[in-house]
């Protein structure tokens, strides 16, 4: 006999010894509770959240155990004595009986395993359905306790922008155990407290009746469960679903073990993003418009979702988003939808215009976190044909904690790569600004959002190993005076682009942090380490508005903007003036913009829906788009592709060369 098969066989005669005792206490002092088998409606199909339904019949075939709280601190530190290092960080679970935190999957999953090797009992995570079977204890309301949750499980119940000083002043909540009433089967903390690791990966649930599932046979997220502290009520129902990369470790997770066998059951088919995507390189790529010839193309819609959508795509608000060109010809954008910027529910989405084709289709998911605000997103194609994502990821609601996470594709955005977190500390620095580079030294730059309000300025990752390590040059630095003159750790202004200057320096602008009343300007010599501020040429942009940089292949550098107003001299010689979405060249690496055109087609003017928070806008000879978040890049055939909140433009060099024709009356 080997001695795996005499562990696992003395493990199962452990489990049929203990299997009918109502209640034990193990050697860590966790009181485990019989959970005897049953059936039980699992999900929502009322007042839920898309991923609740549909509700289905599910059946726990055998007894199991679970604990009557959530492992603690005293409990976790005699499986890894190192995590004490970690009591109290950011103020949260300094107590012997407050629930663990700062634990990813992984860990839980290995607590099991010692527990299981030290007891010779099989321990283990709860799979998704044995944890909402156990919390609902016999009822069919949206909490144990009924429709609504007393008072006493609230703690810090709100959108929570922790640890954000400028939003959250103390969001740091006790994490003790046991300390609200049990629910009808003697388990404590089942809605608040802790999230819980589940056993499951994270998937779309499976209509029609079924007996002991498991989830899904792999995915990006496991399930957790319960909801925590600095949390919204709604997501502490018995139903409701959240998860978080494996790897993962926050404030708001810790976990709970089960004892008894894994049910048998086979898996779920894993669902990933998948599109049919050609993968052959058209011939005839970089064949587009005379160079020579003004081209311009577009307002064309490029976010479609159904009205009335409410997940896992919303109708109400669609915004910030990235495009890139995929080698395959194709062009490819996503951007966030949600019904509220700081919610839970906010979700990435994409849509695809295929070569060769007139429409870009209808928008499908591409990245969710459930219930984690995915905010915000970047892309970037290399030299080797892959494109990169990068996407914040919070610990709870709102964009005050996030990480930041990579992932790869090589076949045109087709399939993609486990997410990787290569920042993940949830805090700030950690929001993606839709402008990636490689500068000449082979260093990847990715800019982030170094606060989460209107003014403070933009950080820079930093990676100078094709993407393995990043770094924070401005982390733990106090924040720069945006003075002309002035040095500081990162750049002025929020939401910033960046592009590289002949002689590698980084020339960066951004919204917001005005230099002398004019758009802040940022020059680094040494790689992004450090900046110089100045003022631009440009009006500084504000609330809903950011510009774009880019260094076209024709040598230029290519700006869009916003103005309130400024003229042009037209076609026929005559002076007007114009407002709105602007584009510029510069030939002398952004000292001067002698290029300056109104991105708009010209037509009579018109009502056009800007989506995002740009809302309805006019759009006609002299008016164009007044807010609204820009991405660009160019496509092999020389054309700008340049998405706003919800509109597609496309031009050339040509066309933003040449004045606007004469006004017709």
Request: glycine share 10%; proline share 8%.
């Amino acid at each position: 006999m080997s001695r795996w098969t005499y562990v696992l066989l003395v493990l199962g005669v452990s489990a049929l010894a203990c299997a009918e005792e109502a209640r034990f206490t193990n050697s860590l002092g966790m009181e485990m509770l019989r959970i005897a088998p049953g059936q039980f409606q699992m999900g929502s199909d009322a007042g839920g959240d898309f991923d609740e339904r549909p509700a289905h019949a599910v059946t726990i075939s055998q007894a199991f155990h679970l604990g009557a709280t959530e492992v603690t601190n005293a409990q976790y530190e005699q499986f890894d004595p190192e995590h004490k290092k970690l009591r109290g960080k950011l103020g949260f679970s300094t107590g012997d009986d407050e629930a663990v935190v700062f634990v990813s999957w992984q860990d839980a999953a290995r607590f099991c395993e010692w527990l299981a090797t030290k007891e010779k009992k099989p321990y283990r995570l709860p799979t998704e359905a044995e944890w909402e079977y156990a919390c609902r204890a016999g009822t069919t309301t949206a909490y144990a306790t009924g429709d609504t949750l007393p008072a006493v499980f609230e703690k810090n119940a709100k959108e929570c922008w922790f640890p954000d000083p400028e939003r959250e002043k103390d969001g740091v909540a006790t994490l003790a155990i046991a300390q609200t009433p049990a629910n009808p089967w003697g388990l404590f903390d089942m809605h608040g407290n802790v999230e819980e690791w589940c056993s499951d990966w994270y998937g779309p649930y499976a209509p029609g009746d079924q007996t002991d599932p498991v989830g899904r046979a792999e995915g990006d997220f496991r399930v957790t469960r319960g909801g925590a502290h600095s949390t919204e009520l709604p997501f502490l129902r018995s139903a409701n679903r959240l998860g978080a990369l494996p790897e993962d470790k926050s404030w708001v997770i810790g976990f709970r073990v089960a004892m008894g066998p894994m049910p048998a059951t086979k898996p779920l088919p894993s669902v990933r993003f998948h599109q049919d995507v050609r993968q052959d390189i058209p011939p005839d790529l970089a064949k587009g418009p005379d160079p020579a010839k003004p081209y311009f193309k577009g307002p064309r819609e490029y976010v479609k979702i159904a009205p009335n959508s409410n997940g896992p795509l919303f109708s109400e608000h669609n915004h910030c988003p990235a495009i890139v060109p995929c080698p395959n010809g194709d062009l490819f954008a996503i951007w966030y939808s949600c019904n509220n910027e700081p919610g839970r529910e906010l979700g990435i989405a994409c849509s695809r215009l295929r070569h060769g084709q007139e429409e870009w289709e209808p928008a499908v998911p591409f990245w969710d976190t459930p219930d984690r605000n995915d905010h915000a997103s970047a892309l970037y194609l290399d030299d080797t044909g892959t494109i990169w994502h990068f996407n914040g990821v919070s610990a709870a609601a709102t964009w005050g904690s996030l990480a930041t996470i990579l992932r790869t594709s090589k076949d045109s955005g087709a399939t993609w790569s486990t997410a990787r977190i290569i920042m993940p500390e949830h805090n700030l620095h950690h929001m993606p600004v839709e402008s990636v580079i490689r500068t000449r030294t082979g260093a990847l730059m990715l800019p982030c959002d170094a606060v989460t309000g209107g003014k403070g300025g933009t950080a820079v990752l930093i990676s100078r190993d094709n993407g393995q390590t990043w770094s924070d040059p401005g982390e733990g630095k106090p924040q720069p005076r945006f003075e002309a003159g002035a040095t500081g750790a990162w750049i002025a202004g929020i939401h910033a682009a960046i592009v590289e200057l002949a002689d590698g320096r980084i020339m960066a602008l951004g919204r917001n942090d005005a230099i002398g009343g004019h758009m802040p300007k940022s020059i680094s010599s040494d790689g992004g380490v450090t900046w110089t501020y100045s003022a631009s040429a440009f009006p500084p942009i504000g609330g809903g508005q950011r510009l774009t940089l880019l260094r076209l292949a024709e040598g230029p550098i290519f700006l869009s903007s916003f103005v309130r107003e400024f003229t042009v001299r037209d076609g026929a010689g005559k002076e007007r003036k114009m407002s709105g979405l602007f584009g510029a060249l510069s030939y002398d690496e952004g000292e001067t913009w002698p290029v300056q055109r109104l991105i708009t087609d010209g037509q009579p003017a018109r009502k056009m829906d800007g989506g995002g928070n740009t809302d309805n806008f006019l759009l006609g000879p002299n008016t164009a788009e007044p807010r609204g978040y820009f991405s660009v890049c160019q496509t092999p055939d020389g054309v700008i592709q340049l998405i706003s909140s919800k509109q597609h433009y496309a031009f050339n060099v040509a066309w933003l060369k040449t004045p606007p024709p004469p006004e017709t009356r």
